[in-house]
């Protein structure tokens, strides 16, 4: 079946303008991830989403960072004033939530902005 | 708060012959434990995960971890390397505390001579 899909694949801005990144999961997980990778290092978590609502925005880095996911589905991760620090591999992740325990997050191939 | 140490940024091995990539961990509640795998050009894909069940987890490849809480590691091995597990390996934690959010470490970077 159809996997985590994110687009663009690729997106490169100019710094101070502004960027949204799309993420399609898996159909019918309602858990839903976004995390930054930077060169040269791992994944780090930005803001899970249960449903419609973000359960956990800890990681976003300021408040030029900000996400929506309005229908429990489709989800974009909007970027303002971009700045050459944000250059990275923007992933997206899904899960199903069943019971307590862990349930395996999917990931998407990522987004990678380029801020020039 | 969590995090994990992989404790070699690269590893080369030949062909045919054991790896290991190590990885310790620090969690202050019961860590749920994974290796991720990352091929060039391709999506983040679940390698084997331990999440309190037995302490020596077979994944898929032939690869297999073993949980060592007194060591509080979580080293991946696998008895003899193939040309396509070239690839970045990451370690990760997760725990109950902190929902299921994924930290991962800085990743290790398999390469596999011939």
């Known amino acids: 079946g159809a996997g985590v899909s994110q687009t663009p694949s690729n997106k490169v801005t100019e710094k101070g303008k502004y960027v949204e990144l799309r993420c399609d999961p898996i159909?019918?997980?309602?858990?839903l991830y976004w995390y930054r990778q930077s060169l040269g290092q791992g994944p780090e978590f930005l803001i899970y989403?249960?449903?419609?609502?973000?359960?956990?925005d800890s990681g976003l880095p300021n408040d030029r960072f900000f996400a929506v996911r309005p229908e429990g589905s489709v989800s974009t991760l909007k970027i303002q004033r971009t700045e050459r620090g944000d250059s990275a591999v923007y992933l997206c992740?899904?899960?199903?939530?069943?019971?307590?325990?862990?349930?395996?997050?999917?990931f998407g191939p990522g987004t990678r902005l380029t801020v020039l | 708060a969590q995090s994990v140490t992989q404790l070699d940024s690269h590893v080369s091995v030949s062909e045919g012959t054991p790896v290991l990539l190590r990885c310790n961990y620090s969690?202050?509640?019961?860590?749920?434990l994974f290796w991720y795998v990352q091929h060039p050009n391709k999506g983040l894909q679940l390698l084997l995960k331990?999440?309190?069940?037995?302490?020596l987890v077979k994944g898929i490849n032939g690869f297999e971890a073993e949980f060592k809480k007194s060591e509080t590691s979580f080293h991946l091995t696998k008895p003899s390397a193939h040309m396509s597990d070239a690839a970045e390996y990451f370690c990760?934690?997760?725990?109950?505390?902190?929902?299921?959010?994924?930290?991962f470490g800085a990743g290790t970077i398999l390469r596999v001579k011939s």
């Open positions: 992740a899904s899960s199903l939530v069943v019971g307590g325990g862990w349930n395996e997050q999917f």
């Open positions: 159909s019918g997980h309602t858990a």
């Open positions: 989403f249960q449903g419609t609502g973000a359960a956990d």
């Open positions: 969690s202050s509640y019961s860590p749920s």
């Open positions: 331990y999440t309190s069940a037995a302490t």
């Open positions: 990760v934690v997760s725990d109950r505390e902190y929902g299921n959010k994924l930290v």
